[in-house]
């Protein structure tokens, strides 16, 4: 007996070829994905525009009282878990679940744990966290790879298609903060996480009903596990997580996991998890001799993304730390919440993404390389810290006002690096990624963040500890190297990452 059932058949693979360019060009299934991360990116990066200004405002604000540190690290925490269990969500695709049905759970998830963190207590806070963590994890990898079944390896269409689709996560990304940010500063944090679990029902009815325009849409599994072997599985997988949870569960009862110690396991384990995985599938059988040659050049473009995330992920925790306390929050008179900074960012990826796509769809196959791409997606971000570094410089504590135009303008240099980055390396993963590791592969590029998540968790303690000029001024300085190093390793890049451009 085999120990998987037989693939999805071609006509599951592929979408009906009327909607082959349906939409602006591409496949109509385009829409469908892309809508659905409008909604799930509203509704995630709404809440996370205020989840750190709600860890650190005061319990008489209904806030937890953390200082600002603490609350910068424990978000990143909490972004940390979200993308390591992307990995278990790769492999529930790919082996039980089936994309489809992966991204739909993962869904109804993220729904119950917004609807969790409407309720206005601490413990239902901690519950919704995970709820969001679990349903994140089985999202975010599915719905890219999920993308890329829509294209075959050889469309010069795939850049400019998923360009289109980060436009569409940053739709919510600029929507989401807006009106969270307003509900949760001026009618209290939860009524923010309330428009957040609305934002995701929304995504998840549109989904089911636009499901018929998707490539890979059957309800199995692409590489199913034999039955009993799936019976296995589950079991463990049910009885792991209870028995993971009784376990915290103890150790908090007897005071040795305190939130710091929380923090600094998921930091080793978002070391760990990228190693071993990538372990993993260079020694599997499944991966063949030339699938295991690209992977070599795709462990440079997991570097490369954790350089850049670590500085994005700070646009909601230091930097809007930084907004809420040293930045002017007013515009020709009109006052606005400090939150809502993070909606620039969203703005202008929405703004920037169909440029970029366009800009790629005329050069054809005279664009620079995916890897040239990321290099300059990180050497952005780099100067985009870099330049807060200037008008922090000779301040100290809260007793100054920069200009609105300074985290604008670094924000406008971060969305155009977002753009470069992650719209380059979702396209390069799905074109490297091994066939029996496509979702999971897809999950592998999401422990990218993780790491990055990871590391800002502990980086980001020394926040209040240093200058604001030395903070942001190191951290951008090596972020901008780093990128140069990249550049500096294109060529090898260009001969190894083939069918890549």
């Not at 609350?71 to 489809?100: F, N, P």
């Not at 925790?317 to 306390?325: D, E, I, K, N």
Request: net charge neutral; aromatic share 12%.
């Amino acid at each position: 007996m085999t120990d998987r059932a037989q693939p999805e058949t071609a006509d599951d693979e592929q979408p009906p070829a009327r909607d082959d360019r349906a939409f602006f060009g591409q496949p109509k299934g385009l829409l469908t994905l892309s809508a659905l991360e409008v909604w799930e990116r509203f509704s995630f990066l709404g809440m996370q525009a205020i989840l750190v200004l709600y860890f650190a405002d005061s319990v008489a604000n209904e806030g937890l009282g953390m200082d600002p540190g603490t609350a910068a690290s424990v978000s990143a925490a909490y972004g940390t878990l979200v993308y390591l269990v992307s990995v278990a969500g790769g492999w529930l695709a790919d082996r039980i679940l089936g994309s489809y049905r992966a991204v739909l759970w993962g869904g109804v998830l993220i729904a119950l744990g917004h609807y969790s963190m409407a309720v206005p207590t601490a413990a239902m806070t901690w519950v919704g966290l995970g709820l969001i963590s679990a349903g994140t994890g089985l999202l975010k990898p599915n719905v890219a790879a999920m993308v890329g079944k829509l294209y075959r390896t050889a469309d010069d269409r795939r850049d400019a298609g998923f360009a289109l689709y980060y436009m569409g996560i940053n739709i919510g990304a600029f929507a989401g903060p807006l009106i969270t940010g307003w509900l949760g500063e001026h009618q209290g944090w939860h009524w923010g996480f309330s428009a957040a679990a609305f934002g995701m029902t929304l995504g998840l009815v549109q989904y089911v009903t636009g499901r018929r325009h998707l490539a890979g849409r059957k309800h199995t599994a692409e590489f199913a596990l034999a039955p009993a072997a799936m019976r296995r599985a589950v079991w463990l997988m049910v009885t792991g997580s209870l028995a993971f949870a009784a376990l915290c569960g103890v150790l908090a009862g007897v005071g040795w996991l305190t939130m710091d110690r929380f923090v600094d396991v998921l930091t080793v384990v978002s070391v760990i998890a990228p190693v071993v995985y990538f372990w993993i599938m260079f020694t599997s059988p499944r991966v063949t001799t030339e699938e295991r040659g690209r992977l070599r050049p795709y462990i440079v473009l997991f570097l490369a993304s954790v350089v850049f995330n670590f500085i994005l992920f700070q646009a909601y925790s230091t930097m809007m730390l930084l907004a809420s306390t040293n930045a002017d929050t007013s515009i020709l008179g009109f006052d606005f919440p400090s939150s809502w900074y993070a909606s620039a960012l969203g703005a202008f990826e929405v703004a920037l993404a169909p440029v970029v796509a366009a800009v790629w769809v005329r050069m054809g196959r005279r664009q620079p390389h995916a890897s040239n791409k990321i290099a300059f997606g990180v050497v952005l971000g780099g100067l985009s810290f870099l330049l807060m570094a200037i008008p922090t410089a000779g301040h100290d504590g809260t007793d100054y006002r920069m200009a609105v135009w300074w985290i604008i303008g670094s924000y406008l240099l971060l969305g155009l690096g977002d753009v470069l980055l992650e719209t380059s390396g979702l396209s390069a993963s799905s074109k490297l990624a091994p066939k029996a590791f496509s979702s999971q592969t897809m999950a592998l590029w999401f422990l990218s963040l993780a790491l990055a998540n990871g590391i800002q968790a502990q980086v980001v303690k020394i926040y209040d500890d240093v200058s604001h000029p030395m903070y942001f001024g190191v951290n951008g300085a090596i972020a901008v190297v780093l990128g140069l190093v990249v550049v500096a390793l294109a060529p090898w890049l260009r001969r190894t990452m083939h069918p890549v451009h």
